[in-house]
């Protein structure tokens, strides 16, 4: 009945970014199941290696490849696909597949789009066509105008009246969008816009509406569902991405809520999606008007939303229906017996919160608003507003106990409200304790009032238990406080008593939480579900305990900054490798853009709490044979001792040994005992004492708090008076909490390794070189693996090291360690005892499953022979990192100390300058063709690049530079153009020329190390990512850069999948 | 935090609900039966066909957006299926007392209060319908203050005491068809179908004999209860399926339609009520997405000759509708005029009509 491809081709979305996250992984990898079940052939193209679907076992072929219009035609031509899916890989997948169908290329390859078809992409993605169709069908949408200039836009927005709202048509996640009060902020706004887009939107602004989403699913013959209703919790004026978001809809009647299905179900048929697609409504806050603002028609970040809070598996059932299937001839995944044609019932909520990580660049605004900024989101379910709310909060890890029992404060919480930051909800919460009535709140803020009321009933929860200072809590109240999401912690913190007091009372008082499933039908029909969640407003739990033997493995949370996708990929092969030698996985995650998350991946999945409260709870109902904490990256590596002394089996290395490499004292006590050099080191408890030591071994120095203080991150200070600031302002420098300060070295190459270990005898280990110098983040250095440039003597003294610190801290499973090297002489920088960012680039560059080979470890299971001498590879992986500076306006795109990038990627090459170049690509960089600008601080570094420059005027590029890097290149005899600085505003200015694009690439770094973030190498750094123009801001990546496009033009790159390599 | 009154459901098996109260705080019993739907209570809970029942809701929070006025349109209440509550009781996991909802007049508790609805809530919802699913609807008590007797509702001629005593016309002027309208418990939504589509109503009696009257098209509605009792309408309904006149029912009126001419129903172990329950049309093979409320079903296997099914459930592949194979006599079990519910069937009513303008 159904004509099948033979062999399909699936577009990944790249690397981790903002707006466009790990949900791609999920899709993507459900996409890839629902094909192969079918007999098809997939080949991948997707540079992320440390997503699963990049994992062996999923796609026939693997190519880590650029997603770009180029190497997808290479890999067209080469594999020869009758078809290809664009809608599981983000925007990326979904414009590259535009395109390839625009210039031909489809046709030319006779390969057919499977699911919704590229006219109907372009009738949702271009703004004018979008109006025209829903026109036809009288779907109301925003007054709108598209402008392809800038006098065009201002002569919209007096026809629509100020405000207005401005949007760039194909653009990720609203970048390039906001609100422009009058002609001045829309003057400088479109500037921008256009940057991004050759089309802008100017818009009515519909601030203060509702913002409601449906989740909608229709096959070629057109059946059509909406599987979920999402309803925000920020009104209108917020991006979705950027808005606390509940589901289903908690304010909408019966008539809302269905005339809005309706008119998706009437959009959605209209356009023609086969598959999966989004719709966004405005809906006024005081009658039924309403205004559809997009849809998108791929799977988004919003579905994988949907389908975690449904368990309805939208990619996979998508993916079905692009291949010809009908709604009603597939199954329902939960009860394996009703159909996939029907709208999920919940009988539970979940609320989603974005994280964001602004604080991590000093100069980024933390307001939010009609672009994304945030990086990651937690999903929490529950069965009470304030339960999932509260939950919700903390699943963020920014060191919140809950909504209230926080050291926080809001100086002027009106200002705090009307214009929101990342933390508006406590400032809602601290008017609410004011006595600010919640007419004035939701005035404030749009919030609907029974959201308000809810949280006013948080706060009047906290206001009873305050009664209870320090004497024991009656059970009727703790009772209601845990029902209200209070914590043990933040019930201890609020009547002053330890958390293992509350917890104790608590449990002699019966109160522990129900542990309910996801069915998709209210429990209609019997469900064999694995997909859990606890609540504390129920009393009785749907499944058993402790039938089978069992191992617990604790997820990462919510992507951030230094903690993403790479960790699921961990988990979900730890789980793995736990049931393959017999054991019942049970995996705890909230993160709903994980694969790890996915109820086919484990035995039994909570999407709960990743807090001692929880593992606790869960382990003693489970009674699991241990607890595998090593996979998730720092949060579950953060609960080993507070387990361990609760008697928790902890799996693999010991929790005190992880003690005495977390604590940056004892770790450097244990060094100095093992005659293991590092860095000059000290322990303060003053400043004083700090200044002291930083005066004596000379600035930078790197200051480490102790890491029992939560959320204070180690900085590099520069003089007295930073230090001075650092140390004071954040009270980090106690007798009883002492600080680290060692030297901060920055002439140094970086060197890391990962490795599994069994008993304190390392099994095996990848050792990968950094490209830049020593003072850029791990997380953001360009790594390449197998080393290329190392002296054999220092790989052998990084060996020597580690099997050391391996034998001395009896390490079995994963770690990582982290070394300094110059002239032979190898330092200790770092050591952490669990799975590092980079196991997945190891284990897929070397096609040894590092993670597998430690959950067996750690399982006291057998472990396989292993031939060391299959390490040597004919080939080379580099990955690279992935910035997200365009979404973080006013940000120094300068990496340091701290980790800036949202996401990496990493190729495979017969050389390095094959991968390096491809990795790079893969990152958004394009290759420069016409004009280079040179702006580079200092002789020293002039100098070190002279070189190199000749190079480039060999190789023809026209060369342009700033003053005195003019000066310098003129006195070496290389012809460079000048070119003004911004601020100097004469021509030929630097400005005008990125404008007008007639420079492509911008190599540009300030003399010293350290970031300014001001000055004029700043603005030059921050234009060129503002204009989308490829930057170099480093040394060594500079260098490795000119003599890779010397030696490779785009003809010479490879073309070759994961599985050529050997 | 508002003082909190206790009160319980007990079910005919012996099993206790304890939570607390929030309506009229007394005793009732009834057919205990859950509805799965996520929104949509102030239209549930008047729907006639619920006569007699206590209601589990098994979405947790109810009451979000309040209740709306009593306002009249076309003769009777805008905002709901009928003009009173009828479920005896109601069981929630947790209500609202506060909302901001721009169309409600007053809170739910308030409105059950009025109306003296007894209602529960800190009860585990799921704990309860896993209870009732696995053993079928069961018989209930909600005690507040004194006990009272287990009854079952069904035993009751339910559809005698929702339908109205007298008949009556709505738009008596339309230029369209006339259509006589059985009310076994027929919920507005269907009236403001036929009178949006230009259509005279004549609404009757449940057992009142319409079959002298001038009219173009029947229509059975739904109803509470058990269709066996209702032997007067099922013989009125036989008398026009002589005559020709197309025929159109929901719900109740399927089973009735299916009694008229010879088939059997029969009571389901759980019944369905929700929003969501897919039905495969089986002329086209199109699903479609129905809200459903009824404990009784037709068996299709009994269909006399010339009857054949229209509609299927695509779970659990009960009857949900069935026509002549070339009369104009259709029904269906699910509820095309929602309310509440997903909206995707209404075509329904075009459907019954063009047949009913063709005649």
């Known amino acids: ?1062 | 935090m508002n003082s909190r009154q206790p009160i319980k459901l007990v079910l005919s098996d012996g099993t206790v609900f304890e939570g607390h109260s929030f309506g009229a705080y007394r005793s009732v019993a009834g057919e205990v039966v859950f509805n799965t739907g996520m929104v949509g209570y102030p239209q549930a809970f008047t729907d006639p066909s619920y006569r007699g029942q206590i209601l589990v809701l098994t979405y947790p929070l109810i009451g979000n957006y309040g209740v709306p006025s009593d306002e009249e349109e076309l003769g009777f209440k805008k905002h709901f299926e009928s003009n009173a509550i009828h479920i005896s009781g109601l069981i929630v996991s947790e209500y609202s007392d506060l909302n901001d909802h721009w169309a409600s007049k007053r809170t739910l508790p308030q409105w059950l209060q009025e109306q003296s609805i007894p209602a529960i809530y800190d009860i585990d919802t799921r704990a309860l319908t896993k209870k009732l699913r696995e053993h079928g609807v069961m018989l209930g008590k909600i005690i507040a203050d004194v006990d009272v007797p287990l009854e079952d509702p069904n035993q009751r001629n339910l559809v005698a005491e929702v339908s109205i005593k007298n008949p009556c016309v709505y738009n008596p002027d339309a230029a369209g068809p006339t259509v006589v309208v059985i009310d076994t418990g027929c919920k507005y939504n269907i009236l403001r179908n036929f009178i949006k589509r230009d259509v005279k109503v004549m609404r009757v009696p449940w057992d009142y004999d319409f079959t002298t009257l001038e009219f173009d098209g029947l229509f059975i509605a739904n109803g509470p209860g058990d269709p066996k009792m209702c032997t007067k309408t099922i013989e009125h309904v036989r008398t026009v399926l002589e005559k020709n006149i197309p025929i159109f029912g929901i719900c109740l009126g399927n089973q009735i339609l299916a009694l008229a001419c010879g088939a059997d129903t029969y009571k389901l172990k759980y019944g369905h009520r929700s929003q969501n329950q897919p039905c495969i049309n089986l002329e086209t093979g199109r699903c479609y997405i129905t809200p459903q409320n009824h404990g009784f079903a037709v068996n299709a296997k009994k269909l006399p000759e010339g009857w054949k099914e229209w509609f299927v459930n695509a779970n659990d592949s009960t009857n949900e509708g069935i026509m002549h194979e070339t009369k104009p006599f259709m029904s269906v079990q699910f509820h095309p005029e929602a309310k509440c519910g997903p909206v995707d069937c209404e075509f329904l009513f075009d459907v019954f009509l063009e047949q009913v303008k063709k005649r």
Not at chain 1, 428 to 442: C, R, T, Y
């Open chain 1, 1 to 1062: 009945m159904i004509e099948k491809p033979k062999k399909a081709l699936i577009l990944g979305s790249g690397a981790l970014r903002i707006g466009q996250a790990g949900e791609f992984d999920y899709s993507g990898s459900q996409a890839i199941k629902a094909l192969k079940e079918e007999g098809i052939k997939t080949v991948l193209i997707n540079p992320n290696i440390a997503t699963i679907q990049t994992s062996k076992g999923l796609a026939d072929k693997i190519y880590f490849l650029p997603v770009n219009e180029y190497f997808v035609e290479k890999v067209i031509a080469k594999e020869k696909p009758d078809s290809i899916l664009l809608s599981f890989g983000g925007q990326t997948a979904l414009n590259c597949g535009v395109a390839l169908e625009k210039s031909g290329v489809l046709k030319k390859y006779k390969v057919k789009v499977l699911g919704t078809p590229v006219t109907t992409i372009e009738n949702t993605e271009d703004r004018y066509l979008f109006v025209k169709e829903l026109n036809k069908i009288e779907v109301k949408v925003p007054k709108s105008i598209a402008a392809v200039s800038k006098e065009a836009a201002l002569d919209a927005a007096e026809n629509i009246g100020y405000p207005v709202m401005i949007r760039a048509a194909y653009a990720l996640g609203g970048r390039g969008s906001g609100i422009a009060k009058n002609k001045q902020d829309l003057a400088i706004m479109v500037n921008e816009a256009f940057s991004h887009s050759p089309q802008v939107l100017v818009e009515e602004w519909l601030g203060g509406w509702k913002e409601i989403e449906y989740e909608v699913v229709r096959d070629a013959y057109d059946n059509c569902i909406t599987v979920c209703n999402m309803e925000n919790v920020d009104p209108l004026g917020i991006h979705t991405g950027e808005s606390i978001v509940v589901a289903p809809s908690q304010t909408l009647t019966d008539s809302e809520y269905h005339k809005l299905r309706e008119l998706s179900i009437r959009t959605i048929r209209h356009l023609g999606i086969v598959g999966e697609c989004n719709i966004q409504y405005a809906l006024h806050p005081y009658s039924e008007d309403y205004r559809v603002i997009e849809v998108n028609a791929r799977l988004s970040r919003s579905s994988a939303l949907a389908s975690k809070a449904t368990g309805y598996p939208l990619a996979f059932i998508a993916a079905k229906l692009a291949l010809g299937y009908a709604l009603p001839e597939l199954k329902n995944s939960i009860t394996k017996k009703t159909t996939a044609c029907f709208e999920p019932a919940l009988d539970y909520l979940v609320i989603k919160i974005p994280r964001w990580d602004l604080h991590k660049f000093k100069q980024v605004s933390k307001k939010i608003g009609s672009e994304m900024k945030s990086v990651g989101e937690v999903m929490a379910i529950g069965r009470k507003f304030e339960e999932t709310l509260q939950k919700a909060l903390r699943m963020l890890q920014l060191s919140m106990r809950g909504l209230v029992g926080n050291n926080l404060t809001f100086p002027d919480v009106e200002d705090s409200i009307k214009n929101p930051t990342d933390q508006r909800i406590f400032a809602v919460a601290q008017a609410i304790k004011e006595g600010i009535s919640l007419e004035k709140i939701n005035e404030w803020s749009g919030i609907d009032k029974w959201f308000l009321y809810k949280i006013r009933n948080i706060i009047g929860m906290e206001n009873t238990l305050l009664q209870y200072a320090k004497t024991e809590i009656p059970i009727e109240i703790m009772r209601q406080a845990k029902q209200f999401g209070f914590s043990d912690e933040q019930i201890g913190f609020i009547t002053s008593q330890p958390e293992m007091t509350v917890r104790k009372l608590r449990k002699k008082q019966g109160i522990i939480p129900a542990v309910k499933q996801i069915d998709t039908l209210g429990a209609e029909y019997p469900a064999k579900t694995n997909y859990l969640y606890t609540t504390y407003n129920g009393t009785e739990d749907d499944v058993e305990f402790g039938t089978k033997k069992s191992v617990m493995v604790l997820g990462s949370g919510a992507y951030r900054i230094g903690s993403s996708v790479e960790f699921d990929w961990c988990c979900v092969n730890a789980v793995i490798a736990a049931k393959r030698v017999g054991y019942q996985a049970i995996m705890l995650n909230y993160n709903p853009e994980t694969v790890s998350t996915d109820y086919d991946i484990c035995d039994r999945l909570y999407f709960d709490e990743i807090s001692f409260e929880l593992v606790m709870d869960i382990y003693e109902r489970e009674q699991t044979t241990g607890v595998i904490i090593s996979m998730g990256g720092q949060t579950p590596n953060n609960l080993a001792m507070p387990l361990y002394k609760e008697g928790v089996t902890i799996l693999g290395t010991s929790p005190l040994s992880i003690d005495s490499a977390e604590d940056r004292n004892k770790f450097s006590k244990l060094l100095d005992s093992l005659g293991i050099e590092q860095p000059l080191w000290k322990e303060s408890t003053s400043f004083d004492e700090a200044r002291k030591f930083a005066e004596k071994v000379g600035y930078p120095v790197l200051i480490r708090p102790s890491y029992v203080l939560s959320g204070a991150a180690m900085n590099v200070v520069f003089d007295n008076e930073s230090l001075e600031r650092y140390l004071k302002i954040a009270s980090l420098v106690t007798p009883e909490y002492p600080v680290v300060i060692s030297k901060f070295e920055t002439n140094s190459k970086e060197i890391e390794i990962d490795a599994v270990a069994n008993k304190g005898n390392v099994l095996m280990y990848a050792i990968s070189e950094h490209v830049e110098n020593a003072g850029v983040h791990s997380g953001d250095a360009t790594m390449i693996l197998p080393p290329q440039r190392l002296y054999l003597e220092t790989i052998r003294q990084v060996k020597k090291i580690s099997r050391q610190i391996a034998s001395a801290l009896k390490i079995t499973g994963p770690f990582n360690i982290q070394f300094l090297a110059k002239d032979n002489q190898v330092k200790v920088i770092e050591c952490n005892l669990r799975a590092s960012r980079s196991f997945p680039f190891v284990s897929k560059v070397f096609k040894r499953n590092f993670i597998d080979l430690a959950t067996r470890a750690m399982l006291n299971e057998k472990l396989p022979k292993l031939d060391k001498s299959s390490l040597d590879l004919d080939y080379v992986g580099v990955k690279a990192p992935q910035f997200s500076f365009s979404r973080l306006k006013g940000a120094d795109p300068m990496p340091g100390v701290e980790m800036a990038s949202t996401g990496e990627v990493a190729c495979l090459g017969s050389d390095l300058y094959d991968a390096f170049l491809k990795a790079l690509i893969s990152t958004d960089f394009v290759l420069p063709q016409k004009g280079i600008l040179l702006s580079i601080g200092g002789d020293k570094n002039r100098f070190k690049l002279l070189e190199d420059v000749q190079r480039l005027e060999k190789l023809g590029f026209t060369l342009f530079a700033t003053d005195n890097t003019y000066q310098f290149y003129a006195q070496h005899g290389i012809k460079t153009t000048l070119l003004y600085k911004a601020q100097e505003e004469i021509e030929p200015n630097v400005l005008t020329y990125m404008q007008k694009k007639k420079l492509d690439l911008v190599i540009c770094m300030p003399e010293e190390y350290f970031p300014v973030e001001s000055g004029d190498t700043y603005i030059i750094r921050r234009y060129s990512v503002d204009y989308s123009i490829p930057l170099l801001n480093n040394i060594q990546l500079t260098k490795l850069f000119i003599e890779a496009i010397a030696a490779k033009g785009m003809d010479d790159l490879e073309i070759k999948s994961w599985e050529e390599y050997h």
